[in-house]
């Protein structure tokens, strides 16, 4: 069974720094898909950055980057320039390429961006 | 706005009872899935339906169930709720049948059940 593993429960970053998620997950999959998800506390959950697993080259979104280390099963979010609208928790998510289901969460960290 | 919408909002209970939580897909979209939040348990998949049929199940008790609709709407129908039932009830659509890069989950605001 795939899991997903979030070792910082809880973050925080001054306004304008930059901070940096760390993420693992434990597949023998060779194709699956990583996301990573904001869920700010309206509670509603975003989509922020999302990276498939054949692809070397790191995602990046406006400030938002992720460091992919396949081998290393590792996944980490850096929110560059962070901003007071950051605060929020932070879900990595694993999906298998051959599924159609089951997208597997981590437990989430609670980022706090500080002014 | 992600384009889901769920209703209601907060839905609050007693023990025993029946809610039937609601959920219209993104326009386009023909995948339905299913998760509950707590506190507890973080994000636990329940169930998915793509274009009218159940696809997968996930961690679902038998006193829930769900369908999807011709119109693509969906419900999720909790019964014999208990006290462990409170959650966070989430919705999410996805264009195609399997969840990948081009069609990544988009999640509704989340219905929040409260069982007393």
């Known amino acids: 069974a795939q899991t997903v593993t979030q070792s910082q429960p809880e973050m925080s970053v001054q306004e304008a720094e930059t901070v940096t998620l760390s993420c693992t997950y434990d597949?023998?999959?060779?194709?699956?898909?990583l996301f990573w998800y904001k869920q700010p506390p309206s509670r509603q959950m975003i989509l922020v950055i999302r990276q498939e697993a054949y692809k070397q080259q790191n995602a990046t979104e406006n400030r938002f980057s992720v460091n992919f280390q396949k081998a290393a099963k590792s996944f980490s979010l850096k929110i560059s320039d962070s901003q007071l609208g950051d605060t929020a928790m932070y879900f990595c998510a694993f999906m298998k390429h051959a599924t159609p289901n089951d997208m597997r969460f981590g437990a989430g960290t609670r980022l706090t961006v500080k002014p | 706005d992600s384009g889901v919408t769920q209703t209601p909002k907060h839905l609050i209970t007693a023990t025993g009872q029946r809610v039937t939580l609601r959920c219209s897909p993104r326009?386009?979209?023909?995948?339905v899935y299913w998760y509950q939040q707590s506190l507890d348990q973080g994000l636990q998949f329940l169930i998915q339906y793509y274009n009218g049929e159940e696809r997968a199940k996930g961690n679902i008790l038998e006193r829930f169930s769900a369908q999807q609709f011709p119109d693509l709407h969906s419900e999720l129908n909790l019964s014999s709720l208990e006290l462990g039932d409170s959650a966070l009830y989430f919705c999410?659509?996805?264009?195609?049948?399997?969840?990948?890069?081009?069609?990544?989950?988009?999640f509704g605001n989340g219905t929040r059940l409260t069982v007393t």
């Open positions: 999410a659509s996805s264009s195609s049948e399997r969840v990948g890069y081009n069609s990544p989950l988009h």
């Open positions: 326009s386009g979209d023909l995948s």
């Open positions: 597949t023998s999959e060779n194709n699956y898909y």
